[in-house]
T-cell receptor
Framework: GENVEQHPSTLSVQEGDSAVIKCTYSDSASNYFPWYKQELGKRPQLIIDIRSNVGEKKDQRIAVTLNKTAKHFSLHITETQPEDSAVYFCAASKRAAGNKLTFGGGTRVLVKP | GAVVSQHPSRVICKSGTSVKIECRSLDFQATTMFWYRQFPKQSLMLMATSNEGSKATYEQGVEKDKFLINHASLTLSTLTVTSAHPEDSSFYIC?????????????FGQGTRLTVV
């Protein structure tokens, strides 16, 4: 089955700096890669996603890149703000598996004011 | 976006009792729902895939007789934790995808914090 590795597990950045989280996946058939932000005790919230036919996607301060050959994808947050502090999860899925998501281990991001 | 509602949000039960958690898609039909468990400071681990009108598919290591899943309609899936024990205490969360053809976004319920005492 699919295996998703996520690094780093914790990330502390100064407000205004950029944060980068990296994930690798094992199943070359995976074709959908969402990123979720989860605050304590709450549901994961989709912040951006990318499909395998696209190499990069951007939404304001958030961007995701995908390298299908290397089977890795990354989340970039620019101009970080204290409200960006949360746990971020990457995930991978494929249509053939009924959209079943396999999550990375998560990255706890702390933005220091 | 679509709305998935999960109830209850918190439940405390005694050891040996059973607890039922409901997951509803409010404004779309979900042929497939997923149940995850999340321990503190850990990732979401898929427990099972719930398919409308058929038996659930359980992940390796998940006891199907302990975690009963029923998906009787296109808008409702239930997870029943039977004979609960303290080690079953966790955050349980469901997700649902629509019935579209392409890979579609997953929508999560708000989660259920289960505490077994």
């Amino acid at each position: 089955g699919e295996n998703v590795e996520q690094h780093p597990s914790t990330l502390s950045v100064q407000e205004g700096d950029s944060a980068v989280i990296k994930c690798t996946y094992s199943d070359s058939a995976s074709n959908y890669f969402p990123w979720y932000k989860q605050e304590l005790g709450k549901r994961p919230q989709l912040i951006i996603d990318i499909r395998s036919n696209v190499g990069e996607k951007k939404d304001q301060r958030i961007a995701v890149t995908l390298n299908k050959t290397a089977k890795h994808f990354s989340l970039h947050i620019t101009e970080t703000q204290p409200e960006d502090s949360a746990v971020y999860f990457c995930a991978a899925s494929k249509r053939a598996a009924g959209n079943k998501l396999t999550f990375g281990g998560g990255t706890r991001v702390l933005v220091k004011p | 976006g679509a709305v998935v509602s999960q109830h209850p949000s918190r439940v405390i039960c005694k050891s040996g009792t059973s607890v039922k958690i409901e997951c509803r898609s409010l404004d779309f039909q979900a042929t497939t729902m997923f149940w995850y468990r999340q321990f503190p400071k850990q990732s979401l681990m898929l427990m099972a895939t719930s398919n409308e009108g058929s038996k659930a598919t359980y992940e390796q290591g998940v006891e199907k007789d302990k975690f009963l899943i029923n998906h009787a309609s296109l808008t409702l899936s239930t997870l029943t934790v039977t004979s609960a024990h303290p080690e079953d205490s966790s955050f349980y969360i469901c997700s649902a995808s629509g019935t579209g053809g392409a890979t579609t976004e997953a929508f999560f319920g708000q989660g259920t914090r289960l505490t077994v005492v």
